[in-house]
Antibody
Framework: QIQLVQSGPELKKPGESLKISCKAS????????MQWVKQAPGKGLQYMGW????????TYADDFKERFVFSLETSASTAYLQINNLKNEDTATYFC??????????????WGPGTMVTVSS | NTVMTQSPTSMFISVGDRVTMNCKAS??????VDWYQQKTGQSPKLLIYGASNRYTGVPDRFTGSGSGTDFTLTISNMQAEDLAVYYC????????FGAGTKLELK
């Protein structure tokens, strides 16, 4: 069955960096792009962007064009989210989601469980 | 940027109710809208894609409608397991989520 397994919770200090993983199984990794979504505590979903798993090309939403890096390890069917120079406002749960984009429709059909990141001095 | 405005922010409902929530786009997005359900402590789940298409396995009490700038998600015969926050997402101009509508028990 299709699964996205994310790495465990992180506790970091401001200014540090971290790298979250999202390991896919049950399908051909390069057939579907991977999306990333942020959810701050008690808040709604915020779209971060996506990475093309065939080319490795990332696309970032406006609020995530600095300090955020999407990458891949295709041989391991794994997508990564790196956040540099962490700030308190990066405290959130980060979700990866498989992207289905067809000729007409576009949706996120499978989601990881989320990785909780806490940034605190 | 396309802003998606969801209303109401929250609703107090009873089991068996018919529930209607709305999502308004700041510009025409055609039918390029999905709806997601997020229960407490869980990741979101896809309910509706392309404004009105029910995803595999989603009960038929969930119905999506609308086009252009105005979209609606209706739950007929609300069940206790439907208590959640519901988000719309447009993908006509990049992607933007609405702020969500939270369903709570009366």
């Amino acid at each position: 069955q299709i699964q996205l397994v994310q790495s465990g919770p992180e506790l970091k200090k401001p200014g540090e960096s971290l790298k979250i993983s999202c390991k896919a199984s049950g399908y051909t990794f390069t057939d579907y792009a991977m999306q990333w979504v942020k959810q701050a505590p008690g808040k709604g979903l915020q779209y971060m962007g996506w990475i093309n798993t065939q080319t490795g090309k990332p696309t970032y939403a406006d609020d995530f064009k600095e300090r955020f890096v999407f990458s891949l390890e295709t041989s391991a069917s794994t997508a990564y989210l790196q956040i540099n120079n962490l700030k308190n406002e990066d405290t959130a749960t980060y979700f990866c989601a498989r992207d289905y984009s067809g000729d007409v429709y576009w949706y996120f059909d499978f989601w990881g469980p989320g990785t909780m990141v806490t940034v605190s001095s | 940027n396309t802003v998606m405005t969801q209303s109401p922010t929250s609703m107090f409902i009873s089991v068996g109710d018919r529930v209607t929530m709305n999502c308004k786009a700041s510009q025409n997005v055609g039918t390029n809208v999905d709806w997601y359900q997020q229960k407490t402590g869980q990741s979101p789940k896809l309910l509706i894609y392309g404004a009105s298409n029910r995803y595999t396995g989603v009960p038929d009490r969930f119905t999506g409608s609308g086009s252009g700038t105005d979209f609606t998600l209706t739950i007929s015969n609300m069940q206790a397991e439907d208590l959640a926050v519901y988000y719309c997402l447009q993908y006509n101009y990049n992607h933007t989520f609405g702020a969500g509508t939270k369903l709570e028990l009366k």
